[in-house]
T-cell receptor, first 112, second 117 residues
Framework: GNSVTQMEGPVTLSEEAFLTINCTYTATGYPSLFWYVQYPGEGLQLLLKATKADDKGSNKGFEATYRKETTSFHLEKGSVQVSDSAVYFCASISGGYQKVTFGTGTKLQVIP | NAGVTQTPKFRVLKTGQSMTLLCAQDMNHEYMYWYRQDPGMGLRLIHYSVGEGTTAKGEVPDGYNVSRLKKQNFLLGLESAAPSQTSVYFC????????????????FGEGSRLTVL
């Protein structure tokens, strides 16, 4: 089945630094890809998505481009804020009925 | 806006005890899911339901049972808890987009932390 592999954390950055969190996928065909975010003490929420190759998903200053040549969907943000501190999960559709497979998560800590 | 509500939020059990986690959603979603979250392993699907009265196994179903007697509720049961079931459990729901489509947008509860001693 489909799977995603994302970089291990934790990642610690200073405020206004550039963020990249790597994610690669393994799939039959070209599944929709997602980034979810989990703020402390909360459930996951969808951050952005891309449904086909070369699509760019974006939200709240975060971006990720679906690249089939490198089977990647890296998350980027040009200038992180303390409020971006959270755990970020790369994910893909893994079957019908909206079943989603999640990566292991990358914890981001942004320090002032 | 309640969304997805899980109860209880915390529970400590002894090995062999039973318990039920309750998930309730007020968004009239067709699909509901139970995941467990463990360090270094991300979220893994335990069971899911595609409608009232239906359930199906996910990736790690052993040791758990589920029921969906009402559309808005999805219960996760542990009949005989084991230390390996110590985890944070998340319930999620999703609308049926129709047409065989998958939007991948799940709506999560805040989680239930279970410790089995």
């Amino acid at each position: 089945g489909n799977s995603v592999t994302q970089m291990e954390g934790p990642v610690t950055l200073s405020e206004e630094a550039f963020l990249t969190i790597n994610c690669t996928y393994t799939a039959t065909g070209y599944p929709s890809l997602f980034w979810y975010v989990q703020y402390p003490g909360e459930g996951l929420q969808l951050l952005l998505k891309a449904t086909k190759a070369d699509d760019k998903g974006s939200n709240k200053g975060f971006e990720a481009t679906y690249r089939k040549e490198t089977t990647s969907f890296h998350l980027e943000k040009g200038s992180v804020q303390v409020s971006d501190s959270a755990v970020y999960f790369c994910a893909s559709i893994s079957g019908g009925y909206q079943k989603v497979t999640f990566g292991t998560g990358t914890k981001l800590q942004v320090i002032p | 806006n309640a969304g997805v509500t899980q109860t209880p939020k915390f529970r400590v059990l002894k090995t062999g005890q039973s318990m039920t986690l309750l998930c309730a959603q007020d968004m009239n979603h067709e699909y509901m899911y139970w995941y467990r979250q463990d360090p270094g392993m991300g979220l893994r699907l335990i069971h899911y339901s595609v409608g009232e009265g239906t359930t199906a196994k996910g990736e790690v179903p052993d040791g758990y049972n589920v029921s969906r007697l009402k559309k808005q509720n999805f219960l996760l049961g542990l009949e005989s808890a084991a230390p390996s079931q110590t985890s944070v459990y998340f319930c999620a729901s999703s609308p049926n987009p129709g047409g065989g489509l998958n939007t991948g947008e799940l709506f999560f509860g805040e989680g239930s932390r279970l410790t089995v001693l």
